[in-house]
């Protein structure tokens, strides 16, 4: 069982940049590949970035490809989304998730375990 944490949204304005942090709880972390997703108002939850149960794979969402960058400190259970050069449309709760694959996945339904989210706002 893993419980995740997420922190770090708040309002920003468009250009700027903000860090999120999903803290884990519970067993073996590195058990885990990481993923970031959010959903927008009125839209379905879609796809980040995604991270390898010892960072040496990520993927992007080609949205945000060459902005965001997804990280983890596996010593510490926390795994990070720096957010810059953010636009309006990057607006969402932000979640993590744990999917017990070693490269995780694109796909939500294959996670196991979610965070509550955390709202991002983006100004313009």
């Known amino acids: 069982q893993v419980q995740l944490v997420e922190s770090g949204g708040r309002l920003v304005q468009a250009g700027g940049s903000l860090r999120l942090s999903c803290a884990a709880s519970g067993r073996a972390f590195t058990n885990y590949a990481m993923g970031w997703f959010r959903q927008a108002p009125g839209k379905e939850r879609e796809f980040v970035a995604r991270i390898s149960w010892n960072g040496g794979s990520t993927v992007y969402a080609i949205s945000v490809k060459g902005r965001f960058t997804i990280s983890r400190d596996n010593p510490r259970k926390t795994v990070y989304l720096q957010m810059n050069n953010v636009e309006p449309e990057d607006t969402a709760v932000y979640y993590c998730?744990?999917?017990?694959?070693?490269?995780?996945?694109?796909?939500?339904?294959?996670?196991?375990?979610w965070g509550q989210g955390t709202q991002v706002i983006v100004s313009s």
């Open positions: 998730a744990a999917d017990r694959g070693a490269l995780g996945s694109s796909f939500d339904y294959e996670y196991d375990f």
